[in-house]
């Protein structure tokens, strides 16, 4: 497909259907929609798509995909903002109900990448949807590359989709990931993602010079990313980012 076709496609609005949700900690849903009409969303893992919510289709939030791109179905994690809109639409919405939907979206994907550089992935949130499909797709290619994620939450409670990365660094020796709770039980210290990087770019630094990929919202990204150049003299090309806000 050109580049002229994929435009038209993404933008062409589809009907999706909610077809399973489930709560992965107190604030965040999972919603996983089949586009029922017109052509198929084809993303690459780290992309979204456009939601069209509210009663006339006018409230439009971006969602993305938190599972790589192998079922045909979109699944979108969202975190309940306290007077948002959309994502309160999202936290309400029925199994059966239908939203028109748009794209795929996006440049914050492994395709920029080169193939064999050693992957950083560093995430707050549900900045980690994006980045939870990379390394699903990665760990599912025959590369050796080494992949680290090191993921920050609120409490122990918001460790989102941690069954899953638990999984997978038990079958995959190249890859680990790091939880850090900026808000823990007492007894236990406070970390921010900001923290492990020191540690984690040290370990990569063996195998390669690491590409870092960074998503959250803004003021964790503007902070990793300054921290990474100015502390770490990671060269721009090699920090990628996506910002939800
Ligand atoms: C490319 C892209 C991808 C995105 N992917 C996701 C995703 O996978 N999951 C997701 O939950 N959101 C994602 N978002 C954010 C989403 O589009 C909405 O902005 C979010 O759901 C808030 O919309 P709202 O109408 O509820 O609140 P609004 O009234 O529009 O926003 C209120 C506040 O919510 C904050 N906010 C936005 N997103 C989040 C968040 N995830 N966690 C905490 N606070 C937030 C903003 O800083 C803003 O100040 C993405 C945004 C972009 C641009």
């Known amino acids: 497909m050109d580049r002229k076709e994929a435009m038209r496609r993404a933008r062409e609005r589809r009907e999706a259907v909610l077809v399973r949700a489930r709560m992965l900690a107190p604030e965040v849903r999972e919603l996983t ?6 052509s198929p969303i084809e993303f690459v893992a780290g992309q979204y798509a456009n939601f069209h919510l509210g009663p006339n289709g006018d409230l439009q939030r971006s969602y993305s995909m938190a599972v790589a791109p192998s079922s045909g179905e979109l699944t979108i994690a969202v975190t309940r903002v306290e007077g948002g809109p959309g994502s309160i639409a999202m936290h309400a919405m029925e199994l059966g109900s239908k939203v028109p939907v748009d794209g795929p979206w996006g440049l914050f994907t492994l395709e920029r990448v080169p193939m064999d550089a050693p992957l950083l992935f560093v995430a707050t949130g549900t900045g980690l949807t994006p980045i939870r499909a990379m390394i699903e797709a990665e760990l599912a290619t025959a590369g050796t590359r080494p992949v680290r994620l090191v993921f920050g939450c609120r409490r122990e409670v918001d460790r989102l989709y941690a069954d899953d ?6 079958k995959h020796a190249r890859f ?5 709770v900026s ?34 919202l803004r003021a964790m ?12 003299s990671v060269g721009r090309e090699r920090i990628h980012t996506e910002r939800f806000d």
């Open 33 to 38: 929609f089949a586009v029922r009409e017109g």
């Open 165 to 170: 990365l638990d999984a997978w660094s038990a």
């Open 176 to 180: 680990a990931w790091t939880p850090t």
């Open 183 to 216: 808000r823990p039980v007492e007894g236990t210290p406070p970390a921010r993602v900001q923290d492990r990087l020191p540690a984690a770019l040290e370990e990569l630094s063996g195998h390669g010079e690491p590409h870092v990929l960074v998503c959250g």
């Open 221 to 232: 990204v503007e902070d990793v990313r300054a921290l990474l150049k100015e502390a770490y």
